[in-house]
């Protein structure tokens, strides 16, 4: 693939990198919804505080939760992995993201989330799985590498979890989903972790999955992509995504009226929004109240 080739990060000086367009999964998934949102919320930042921002939800504290919990056990050898009991550590990192700042409009709510997220920490406990095995763990903070240093693109991004499988020497990919819905077909995310694991460690990937923790006790495999489609896909995508950059046009395919990914962000920066708190990234928290013109009386979670 000539100079399209993902190179190993190290390959480049820093300052190459600090020069770079870095693109995500979830950075990738905003320009794909709206262009819009993607500028607002990953590029945009408020003059007054030089920082961007993050709309908190409760859907999106009970996933930061857990996940933490998470990644809490991911850095630890196997054997103690569960010393310290799991629920313990739940209500610990609950305590971050609880009230206002985790964007519950009351005390009934962030129980009725809660007791979802102890729900799962408790199907855990019983259905360990593969977290009671080995695991391989990227020491990068951000794992990333070389898209393309031709275009300057950078892919990045965290796996949930990377189990060693001893009888092939290699590693399965395992995507934690705190959320009600399956992922879609069509999603990149697990072709982006195949690229990033394939590029930040040294074992082949032969497995993946995602383990949707509200509902199923095992992992729900799936099908390894075709690596080369994958990386040409995800690489014309972030050319895309460099172009709008160079060129400034982040426009809304629904036009001026907005659509719901850009729309709460608008709201921001119209003052509808509170903010709560800075975030671990630096970003400013807000939070939203319903909008003034909604019909719904009820919201799927």
């Known amino acids: 693939m000539g100079d399209n080739h993902p190179q190993a990060a190290g390959n480049s000086s820093d300052s190459d990198e600090f020069g770079a367009i870095w693109v995500s999964y ?6 794909l919804k709206c262009p819009r949102a993607y500028y607002l919320k990953n590029i945009y930042k408020d003059p007054q505080t030089g920082r961007k921002m993050q709309i908190i939800n409760p859907s999106l504290s009970l996933g930061q939760a857990v996940h933490q919990v998470l990644e809490e056990l991911s850095r630890l050898p196997k054997e103690k ?3 310290i009991p799991l629920l313990v550590r739940f209500r610990r990192v609950w305590e971050r993201v609880s009230g206002k700042k985790g964007g519950f409009l009351n005390k009934k709510e962030e129980e009725r989330y ?3 997220g102890q729900a799962m920490i408790e199907r855990i406990v019983k259905s360990p799985g593969p977290l009671k ?3 391989v763990k990227i020491k990068d903070d951000l794992p990333h590498f ?3 240093q031709k275009d300057n693109l950078i892919l990045c ?3 949930d979890w990377l189990e060693y499988l001893p009888d092939k020497n ?5 995507d934690f989903k705190t959320g009600r819905f399956s992922e879609e077909e069509d999603s990149l995310q697990l072709p982006i972790y195949y690229l990033l694991a394939k590029n930040t460690q040294e074992y082949p990937v032969v497995k993946m999955s995602y383990w949707y923790l509200d509902r199923d006790d095992e992992l729900t495999p799936v099908e390894l992509p075709d690596i080369q489609e994958a990386e040409k896909l995800i690489l014309k995508i972030a050319k895309r995504i460099k172009l709008a950059r160079q060129l400034e046009r982040f426009s809304c395919p629904q036009g001026k009226e907005g659509c719901p990914y850009c729309r709460p962000f608008e709201r921001i920066l119209a003052g509808e929004g509170e903010r709560v708190g800075v975030n671990d990234f630096g970003q400013d928290i807000f939070v939203l109240p319903p909008a003034k013109n909604s019909s719904q009386k009820s919201v799927l979670l």
């Open 157 to 159: 991004g965290k796996i």
């Open 133 to 135: 095995k080995l695991a």
């Open 114 to 116: 809660f007791e979802r």
């Open 170 to 174: 290699g590693v399965h990919i395992i």
């Open 81 to 83: 992995r569960f010393d």
């Open 26 to 31: 979830s950075s990738i998934r905003d320009f």
């Open 146 to 148: 070389w898209l393309s």
